[in-house]
């Protein structure tokens, strides 16, 4: 009986004491899962009133979080700022800012949907470095262990002579600037720039240095994030163009061939939701005219389309956990990861959200105007959509920007800027 009890409480505390930092787009595996448990204790969820709240400026930009350091992005008065935020108390620890415009010196269309940065923080564990990447096309490093001071600036418009997106069907031109988070890669950090001289370049992450551009060239897309994946044994990146699913090469000698392309254009570049990973798989979606998911298969030889289903994210990036795939758009949808098939469905989320899910297997599904929502995934309940809890937390924007898990606490932010920090009991 003893050996039972002490089992049973390992087993709680690793399900309540799992902490993780959330340092990249999408979170620390760069899929929207975490090992941090979601805050439901059998009973209740969160705290009605958020533990504190900051206003860091307009932007889609989503926070990250290390250790007890937050780290978010915003357009305020001419100028972005970055700000570090200690995550217990929401109070200032530094900031630092730049001249910026409020959108792309290229940017046409919906306006009134967005404004500010989008692109999401990236944060290198071995320099201690912040990277950022403004609509404008900055993209800057900047020392969090020494008050944000910043180690190198460059602006991928001045130097590589970027051209507006081009018109993508009968509907009008649309260019949201750039959009898309660094991802660091050992000595380098990616971006998906959209030059004639190279879709995506690798930049040296010390000094900012031109290291490569990909062979393969053309316009960015409108996604959140640069995704890696291994394709037989060697490290690619993968990324939602304008035009296409690309993938490129990263060893050594190799680093920007292309290993496979497959072709997904959408009305008006809304080619938005990141591309999901699992393995050697990939999952793309998009709505307009495709209104449709995709499961593609990626080897050196190329790209095999396993299934296409007629459900679609218009926003959300899917996530690809326990055979099973989850994404929120209008609905939360659930379908079986081999067969693409739809398993359940419901809810009520609007166009813009993002969702999580939790070590113990639930889904935090930020949503709407300001709606936290806890679902359970289908380990829980395998046959319909079951809601735990729900939240509203009033807002006069879109919540574009990502929700965060990490540190024991919710972090959820509107595209005005307003950014609350919701943590259970006392």
């Not at 130097?159 to 081009?166: D, E, I, L, S, T």
């Not at 007629?310 to 926003?315: G, I, R, W, Y």
């Not at 729900?390 to 932010?413: N, Y």
Request: proline share 4%; hydrophobic share 35%; aromatic share 10%.
């Amino acid at each position: 009986m003893f050996l039972m009890r002490t089992i049973a409480l390992l087993l709680l505390c690793s399900q309540t004491c799992a902490a993780e930092d959330w340092p990249h787009w999408r979170g620390a595996d760069r899929r929207d899962v975490t090992v941090e448990a979601s805050l439901w204790d059998g009973t209740s969820w969160v705290n009605d009133q958020p533990m504190w709240t900051a206003a860091v400026g307009e932007g889609g930009t989503s926070p990250i979080v290390i250790g007890d350091r937050l780290y978010a992005m915003g357009w305020s008065n001419d100028q972005d700022t970055v700000f570090c935020l200690n995550t217990d108390t929401g109070k200032e620890i530094w900031k630092s800012s730049y001249r910026c415009p409020r959108y792309g010196r290229l940017a046409t269309g919906d306006e009134g949907l967005y404004s500010g940065p989008t692109s999401t923080p990236e944060y290198d564990a071995e320099t201690g470095f912040l990277y950022t990447l403004s609509c404008d096309g900055d993209l800057n490093c900047w020392d969090a262990k020494q008050q944000g001071s910043r180690r190198w600036h460059l602006n991928l418009y001045d130097n590589f002579h970027v051209a507006r997106r081009p018109k993508i069907g009968r509907s009008g031109l649309r260019d949201y600037g750039y959009t898309t988070s660094p991802l660091i890669h050992g000595n380098w950090v990616l971006i998906e720039v959209g030059a004639d001289s190279g879709a995506i370049m690798a930049f040296d992450k010390r000094t900012g240095q031109h290291v490569w551009s990909s062979d393969a060239t053309g316009p960015a897309g409108h996604t959140g994030g640069l995704v890696p994946i291994t394709v037989e044994g060697l490290p690619c990146v993968a990324v939602l163009t304008c035009y296409r699913l690309l993938i490129v090469r990263l060893d050594e000698g190799a680093a920007g061939k292309t290993v496979a392309e497959y072709e997904w254009t959408t009305n008006f570049v809304n080619n938005i939701a990141t591309p999901a990973v699992s393995e050697n798989f990939l999952l793309i979606t998009s709505a307009y005219n495709h209104n449709a998911i995709c499961k593609l298969k990626v080897t050196l030889s190329g790209i095999e389309k396993i299934w296409e289903q007629p459900f679609a994210s218009k926003v959300c990036s899917p996530i690809i956990h326990g055979g099973r795939v989850y994404w929120a758009w209008q609905k939360l949808h659930c379908l079986d990861w081999e067969t693409g098939s739809e398993l359940w469905s419901g809810g009520q989320f609007g166009d813009a959200g993002s969702c999580i899910i939790t070590g113990d297997d639930r889904l935090i599904i930020w949503s709407g105007r300001g709606t936290l929502t806890l679902a359970e995934t289908a380990v829980r309940s395998p046959d319909a959509y079951q809601e735990r809890a729900h939240l509203d937390i009033r807002s006069r924007s879109d919540v574009w920007p990502h929700v965060v898990l990490a540190a024991g606490r919710i972090f959820c932010k509107d595209r005005d800027g307003h950014l609350h920090c919701l943590k259970s009991g006392p």
